[in-house]
C-alpha cells in the first residue's frame, strides 16, 4: 500500500511483535520473516527491541534479505512525549532495534505520561501520572522533525479515535501517514476507516484475529462457515477480510506454521466479504484507548 507524501510502501500483511518472552521473540520473529513477512511493527514498551533486531539481522543475513526490503516501525511511548524527549527516544530505538533509519515512527498512544525512565509512572493509589504540561500538536512538530532529518520516512499515530485525529490532521505540517488501531469485524472502525482512505492515510489494524481471543472472530460461526465453504482456516479469512476492506495489518503468529498459514491469504468472494460486514456483534478488546494503559481485557479463554 502507497504511504502518503511518496513515502514509499507498507506491506499490507505485517508482523506485530508484541511478545512477552524474550527468546520467543526471536523464534517468532526470524520465523515469520522466513514465512514472506516484510512488515514488522515494534514499540519501546514492547521492551524487546534488542531481541527483535537481533532476529532481524541474523535473519537478513542467512535469507540474503537487504534492510530495504524491510519496513520496520517502532513507536514512541508515554513518557517521551515532551519534544525534547522524541529525538533521544528514536535514537534509543533505532540503537536498540540495530538499524540506521526507520520506515515509520508511531506515538504510541495520544496520553502523556509524567516524563522519565518508568514506563508506567503512577500515584500511590496506583492512578496513572499524566502530564498536562504538553500536548499532542506538540509531540507531533518534534515527530515531523525526525521526517525533516532524513532518518524517518513517514510518521503516524496510534490508539487514536477519529476524534482526536482529526484536528491533528487539520493542523499538521507532515500529514500523518498511517493510523494503528484495533481493528477486527467485532470492532470494524468505519468511520475512521473511510476517514482514512479520504485522507490517504494508512489504515493499520490490531489484533485481526481478536488477539486469539475465544470466545471471538476467530469462533464466530459466520467466519468459521465461510472458512469451510472456501477452504481455508478462520485466521485466513479474519485477515482477508481486513485487507480487502482496504485496512494493513498486524498479526503474531508464534509459530513457524502458524506464520506460514497467516500470510498465506487469498481473496474471499464477494458474498463472503458482504456476511463478515454485517456480523452485529461489537466489542473492544484493548483499553488502551480509554486510559493510554495497554493490555488486551482479560477473557475467559
Ligand atoms: N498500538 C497498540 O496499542 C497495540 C496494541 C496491541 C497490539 N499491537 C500490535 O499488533 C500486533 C498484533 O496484535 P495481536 O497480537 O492482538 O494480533 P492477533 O494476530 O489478532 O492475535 C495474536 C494471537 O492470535 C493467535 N493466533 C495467531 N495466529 C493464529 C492462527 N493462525 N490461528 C489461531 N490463532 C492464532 C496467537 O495465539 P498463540 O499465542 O496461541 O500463538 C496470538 O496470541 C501486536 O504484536 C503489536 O505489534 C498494537
Avoid at 120 to 148: F, H, K, Q
Avoid at 222 to 240: D, E, F, P, W
Avoid at 250 to 276: G, H, K, V, Y
Amino acid at each position: 500500500m502507497a504511504l502518503s507524501h511518496g513515502a514509499g510502501h507498507i506491506p499490507a500483511l505485517g508482523f506485530g511483535t508484541l511478545i512477552p518472552d524474550a527468546a520467543a521473540t526471536i523464534s517468532a520473529t526470524r520465523d515469520a520473516l522466513e514465512a514472506g513477512f516484510r512488515h514488522f511493527d515494534c514499540a519501546e514498551r514492547y521492551r524487546n527491541e534488542l531481541e527483535v533486531g537481533e532476529a532481524l539481522q541474523a535473519g537478513l543475513a542467512a535469507g540474503g534479505i537487504a534492510r530495504k526490503d524491510i519496513f520496520v516501525t517502532t513507536k514512541l511511548w508515554n513518557t517521551n512525549h515532551r519534544p525534547e524527549r522524541v529525538k533521544p527516544a528514536f535514537e534509543a530505538s533505532l540503537r536498540r532495534l540495530g538499524l540506521n533509519d526507520l520506515d515509520l515512527y508511531l506515538i504510541h498512544t495520544p496520553f502523556a505520561f509524567q516524563p522519565g525512565d518508568d514506563q508506567d509512572p503512577r500515584d500511590p493509589n496506583g492512578n496513572i501520572l499524566y502530564d498536562r504540561g504538553v500536548t499532542l500538536l506538540e509531540t507531533w512538530g518534534a515527530m515531523e522533525s525526525l521526517v525533516d532529518s532524513g532518518r524517518c520516512r513517514a510518521i503516524g499515530l496510534s490508539d487514536i479515535s477519529l476524534h482526536e485525529l482529526s484536528p491533528i490532521y487539520e493542523a499538521a505540517r507532515i500529514k500523518p501517514a498511517v493510523v494503528q488501531v484495533e481493528a477486527h469485524p467485532y470492532l470494524p472502525e468505519t468511520e475512521l476507516l473511510e476517514f482514512c482512505k479520504a485522507k490517504d492515510v494508512v489504515f493499520l489494524a490490531f489484533a485481526p484475529l481478536g488477539h486469539g481471543m475465544r470466545p471471538g472472530p476467530l469462533e464466530d460461526p459466520v467466519i468459521s462457515a465461510i472458512a469451510a465453504r472456501v477452504g481455508k482456516t478462520a485466521a485466513q479469512v479474519l485477515l482477508a477480510w481486513a485487507v480487502q476492506r482496504g485496512t494493513a495489518l498486524l498479526t503474531t503468529p508464534r509459530t513457524a506454521a502458524r506464520a506460514r498459514e497467516n500470510f498465506n491469504i487469498s481473496a474471499l468472494p464477494q458474498d463472503a466479504l458482504d456476511e463478515i460486514n454485517r456480523i452485529q456483534t461489537r466489542q473492544r478488546l484493548n483499553e488502551v484507548v480509554k486510559t493510554g494503559s495497554p493490555g488486551f481485557i482479560p477473557q475467559g479463554r
